[in-house]
């Protein structure tokens, strides 16, 4: 499967953003996508995720309450809406998908095959 993450760009504090994963060439039905981040000089780490099929999603602790993740299933697209935005959330942020994540390694970025190109979000103060 291939993946393209857009809707990146610059926001003040407090502002919202969503972006948008495209996916292609194969079916998400049975699928774990996830969305993960890398700030400069940090390792990549886990913000959110969702089992394609049944909708069970999964948070990390700095993001619960603020984003959500979502998908369109006729379109094949994953969305990561973020609001209240703050500076921490400066990062690149990608999108993944993988077919054998079991609940215990969903968080784990080793864990997924299919990675997109990134797209930059800042943060301003």
């Known amino acids: 499967v291939q993946l393209q993450a857009s809707g990146g760009g610059l926001v003040q504090t407090g502002g919202s953003l969503r972006l948008s994963c495209a996916a292609s060439?194969?079916?998400?039905?049975?699928?774990?996508m996830g969305w993960f981040r890398q700030a400069p000089g940090k390792e990549r780490e886990f913000v959110a995720a969702?089992?394609?099929?049944?909708?069970?999603?999964y948070y990390a602790d700095s993001v619960k309450g603020r984003f959500t993740i979502s998908r369109d299933n006729a379109k094949n697209l994953v969305y990561l809406q973020m609001n209240s935005l703050k500076p921490e959330d400066t990062a690149v942020y990608y999108c993944?998908?993988?077919?054998?994540?079991?609940?215990?390694?969903?968080?784990?970025?080793?864990?997924?095959?299919?990675w997109g190109l990134g797209t930059l979000v800042t943060v301003s103060s």
């Open positions: 993944a998908a993988d077919y054998r994540l079991i609940t215990s390694t969903i968080r784990n970025n080793y864990a997924y095959d299919y």
């Open positions: 060439g194969r079916a998400l039905s049975g699928s774990v």
């Open positions: 969702m089992r394609w099929s049944g909708g069970s999603t």
